[in-house]
C-alpha cells in the first residue's frame, strides 16, 4: 500500500460488491487502514442486470461509483486492480498494477457463472452477471430481432425470435418475464413486419419446480404468471447441448435459438493462492462460523464466495445479497474484536425472507410468516430493489424509469450502444 | 424495400439525425413509403455527448430508439444498416443487409471529425461524434486517473493529468467546462491522494477567438468563464503534431497529455457513388435551393451534409441542428410538391440563434437582438436541449441527472463500463 504514515492494522478487501461494501462501511473511523480493490470502479446492482439487458434500464443506474461510496472516509483506499495471485505465506496479493500487503485479508469476490465444464455452452451463450455482459444480451436481442426482418428461411428465422433461458432462479424467472414483455407490449409496435407470435420464450429448469428455493406457493404462481404472459415453462429438464443453432434438452428434444441466457448456476469467484483453504461444492471457500478460512488465521471469505456451514444451514447459505451484507457487516465487528484479541462472534443468519418479480403488477414474495404474490409482492418488491441500490441518483433515475415503463407500457432502453460481436466482445465482458 | 404493395413514391433517407427524422415525421400520411436507413438503431442527441463523456449523464439519455420515432406511422419503415454505396443510375442504394430501391433519396448523414488528413493525430486523439465514442473519452479520462495514481514518474504522472481540448466551438468549449468542473467538484473528492493541482485543462483555438461564430461579446465571455474554472484558453494557437505522449503547437510549444480531445473539425460524411455531385469545402454536397443535389434530379441532401449558397449565407448554412431540423421540414413539404409537379420552394433560413454552456450558471446566448450570457442563459440552455431532446423518458432522466449534478455538485455516471482499449476500440467507435 502506498505512503500514507500509520500503525493501524492493513485490511485488504477484495471485491466491492454488497458484502465488501458494508464491510468498509463499518470500518469507517475506526483503527484500521482499508483498501478495497476491484475490477471495476464500480459497485453492480446485480438484482437488476436483466433489466439492462432487457432494454428497462440504463446502465448507469444500476453501477455506482466505488470511490463515491467512501467519500471522506479517511481510513479507505480504492484501487481499480485485477487480483491475480494471493500469497498467504507472505500476507501479500499480486495485481496487474503491483503489489499490496495485508494484515487481514477479505476474499468478497462474489460468483461467476458456472457452465459446469460444457465449454460449448460457454461458448455460445450469454451469462448475464456483470454490466458489460447485460449490454451484450441486451444488443445481442436487439440484433436479432432486426436480423428475423431480413431472413427468409423460416427456421432460421424463427431461430432468431426464440429465446431460452436456462435456470429456473429469479435471474432466469425475471428475465423470461422481462422478455415476455417486451414481445408483448414493445416489440409488437417496433417490428410490425413481423409475426410476433412467432416469437417464443423458454424457460428451463432441471428441477421438478421454478424458484425450488422458495415456498411452493411461490414456485406455483410464478409459472402461473409466465404462462399466462406466454412463455414455455419446462421443468424437470436437462439441457445436454447448445451449438449456437439449437438447444437439445432430455437428450432428445430440440429448439432452434440463436440466444441462450444461461443462468443455471454459479461458482465462487477464486483467486488462485488459497491453496490450503477448503472448497465445498460450487468451489465456495469453506469457512469457520465468523468467516475466517479454513486452514488461515487473517484470510476471510463473505459473500456468494463463503460456505459456512451452520445449524440453520447445514449446506451453506443462499447465494443472495443479504447472506453477503449481514456477513460484511459482522466481519466488521469480528475483524475489530480480533485486533483486539476479543472472541469472535459468530454469524447467525437473519433471513428477511425471498422475492421474485415475473411482470407488471405480477411478484412473489416469501417472508417467514407471510407468503403473498401478485400486484401487492410487485410493489413490495420495487420497493425493497429502490432501498437497497445504492445512491440517490440511481434510484431516483429507476424509479423515473419504472413509471414511464409502467404508464407507457414501454421499455425506453432499447438501444444498441456497441454491436454483440461474439469473438471479440465476451471475453472482455465475462467476470471483469 | 420488401413486400407491402403500394404505388406511392419511395423515398429513402439515409441517416436518423435530427434532419432524417423532421423529413419523415412530416411525411406521415402523406402518398410516399418511407425507407430510412441508419447503422444505428437510435437517434443521437449529439449536443449533449460531451456530458455522457464527463460522467453527467448516462448513454440511454442522449440516444433514442428510432423505430420508437415512428410508432405507428404506417408508410414508414427503418432498418439498421450500413450503406456502402449509392448507384444513381439504377435508382438503388447498396448496403451490407442488401440492396434498396428508391425513387428519391435523400442523404442526411451529417458530418463526421475531420482530421484534415493528419494520421497520427486521428489515431491518438479522441473524436466525440457518437455515443460510443463519449463512452470511449469517459473511459480513457476515468482510466488515466486511476493510472496517475500509480505513477511516480512526474512526467508521465503530469501528462495522464492533463485534458487537452481542440477546437473552440461549442463542443470544445462545453467539453473544456464540464472537465474543469469534475476536477473541482468530483475528482477533488474522489482522488484525494492526488495533488488535484496538478490537473490542467487546455482549450486550443486556430482563431483568434473562441466560439468565433458567436458574437464577440459571447466569445469574451465564455473566454472569461472557463478561465475562472482554471481552463488554460489558448487562441491563435494550432496544432502540428501529438504522438500519444505529447501534443505540439505553434510548431514549437508543447503539452505532455495522455488526453487529446478532437473537435477541430468536421467533414461531410459522404457514401461512394454520388460523383457527379460537386462537393464545397469541408465534403459537403453541394445543393440547389431547395436541397437538390447539383448534378442529380431525385437525390437530395439536407443538414450538415448539405451545402447550400444563399444570398444570407453566400458560405453555406452552419452545421447546427437547427439548419437540418429546418431542411428536413422544409424539404417534406417540397417533395410532396416535386410528386405533384409543383414548383418546389427555395429553403430559407430563420436563424434562432446560438447557445453554448460552460458550467453551472455559466452560459452565453445569442439571439438576433438579444445577447445575455451567465445564470439566465444557463437556464436557457437548459430549458432548449431538454425541448430538443427527442423522448419524454430521456427529457426527464436528464432532467432528474441535472438537478441531482446540480445541487450534489457530482456527476454520479462516472463509470468504466468498458475499459478503453485504443487498439480494439476505436476503430468500432469511430462513425459507426
Known amino acids: 500500500m502506498e505512503s500514507k504514515q500509520?500503525?493501524?492494522p492493513k485490511v485488504i478487501i477484495i471485491g466491492g460488491g454488497f458484502g465488501g461494501i458494508q464491510l468498509a462501511k463499518k470500518l469507517k473511523n475506526k483503527e484500521m487502514e482499508v483498501l478495497m480493490l476491484d475490477r471495476h470502479n464500480y459497485h453492480t446492482f446485480q438484482p437488476?442486470?436483466?433489466?439492462?439487458?432487457?432494454?428497462?434500464l440504463e446502465p448507469d443506474s444500476i453501477a455506482f461509483p466505488l470511490r463515491k461510496v467512501f467519500k471522506h472516509q479517511k481510513n479507505f483506499n480504492f484501487r481499480v486492480a485485477d487480483v491475480q495471485q494471493i500469497l498467504p505465506a507472505e500476507n501479500k496479493v499480486i495485481t496487474d498494477i503491483g503489489?499490496?500487503?495485508?494484515?487481514?485479508?477479505?476474499?468478497?469476490?462474489?460468483?461467476?457463472?458456472?457452465?459446469?465444464?460444457?465449454?460449448?455452452i460457454e461458448h455460445f451463450s450469454m451469462p448475464m452477471k456483470t454490466v458489460p455482459?447485460?449490454?451484450?444480451?441486451?444488443?445481442?436481442?436487439?440484433?436479432?430481432?432486426?436480423?428475423?426482418l431480413m431472413e427468409k428461411d423460416p427456421i432460421k428465422k424463427e431461430a432468431l425470435m426464440t429465446f431460452v433461458a436456462v435456470g429456473g432462479g429469479p435471474t432466469g424467472v425475471e428475465t423470461?418475464?422481462?422478455?415476455?414483455?417486451?414481445?408483448?407490449?414493445?416489440l409488437v409496435n417496433d417490428y410490425p413486419e413481423l409475426d410476433i407470435n412467432k416469437m417464443k420464450i423458454y424457460l428451463i429448469e432441471s428441477d421438478e419446480r421454478i424458484l425450488s428455493p422458495f415456498s411452493l406457493e411461490a414456485s406455483a404462481k410464478a409459472k402461473e404468471f409466465l404462462e399466462k404472459m406466454g412463455v414455455n415453462v419446462l421443468v424437470d429438464t436437462r439441457v445436454n447441448h447448445y451449438d449456437g443453432e439449437k438447444i437439445t434438452y432430455n437428450n432428445t428434444q430440440t429448439i432452434y435459438t440463436k440466444s441462450v441466457i444461461w443462468s443455471a448456476g454459479v461458482k465462487g469467484a477464486l483467486i488462485p493462492g488459497l491453496d490450503?483453504?477448503?472448497?465445498?461444492?460450487?468451489?465456495?471457500?469453506?469457512?469457520?462460523?465468523?468467516?475466517?478460512?479454513?486452514?488461515?488465521?487473517?484470510?476471510?471469505?463473505?459473500?456468494?464466495l463463503a460456505y459456512m456451514e451452520t445449524e440453520d444451514f447445514p449446506n451453506g447459505h443462499?447465494?443472495?445479497?443479504?447472506?453477503?451484507?449481514?456477513?460484511?457487516?459482522q466481519l466488521a465487528y469480528n475483524l475489530l474484536r480480533i485486533v483486539n484479541q476479543e472472541k469472535a462472534h459468530p454469524f447467525d443468519y437473519y433471513d428477511k425472507g425471498s422475492m421474485a418479480t415475473i411482470g407488471r403488477n405480477k411478484a412473489v414474495v416469501d417472508l417467514k410468516y407471510w407468503k403473498f404474490q401478485g400486484f401487492f409482492a410487485w410493489l413490495t418488491w420495487m420497493f425493497v430493489h429502490l432501498l437497497f441500490l445504492v445512491g440517490f441518483r440511481n434510484k431516483l433515475v429507476t424509479l423515473m424509469n419504472w413509471i414511464v415503463n409502467y404508464f407507457s407500457y414501454d421499455r425506453g432502453t432499447r438501444v444498441i450502444i456497441r454491436k454483440f460481436n461474439r469473438e471479440s466482445m465476451m471475453e472482455e465482458a465475462t467476470a471483469k
Chains 1, 2 share one sequence.
Open 176 to 186: 423470461a418475464g422481462a422478455l415476455a414483455e417486451l414481445k408483448n407490449h414493445v
Open 276 to 304: 490450503k483453504g477448503e472448497l465445498a461444492r460450487g468451489g465456495r471457500l469453506k469457512t469457520t462460523s465468523y468467516n475466517l478460512v479454513n486452514g488461515y488465521d487473517n484470510i476471510f471469505a463473505i459473500g456468494d
Open 318 to 329: 443462499p447465494g443472495v445479497a443479504q447472506v453477503a451484507i449481514q456477513q460484511g457487516q
Open 6 to 8: 500509520t500503525h493501524f
Open 99 to 120: 503489489e499490496y500487503d495485508y494484515d487481514y485479508l477479505v476474499m468478497a469476490t462474489g460468483s461467476e457463472t458456472n457452465f459446469f465444464g460444457q465449454k460449448e
Open 133 to 148: 455482459e447485460a449490454l451484450n444480451l441486451r444488443s445481442l436481442i436487439l440484433q436479432n430481432l432486426e436480423e428475423a
Open 48 to 56: 437488476l442486470l436483466y433489466q439492462v439487458a432487457t432494454g428497462g
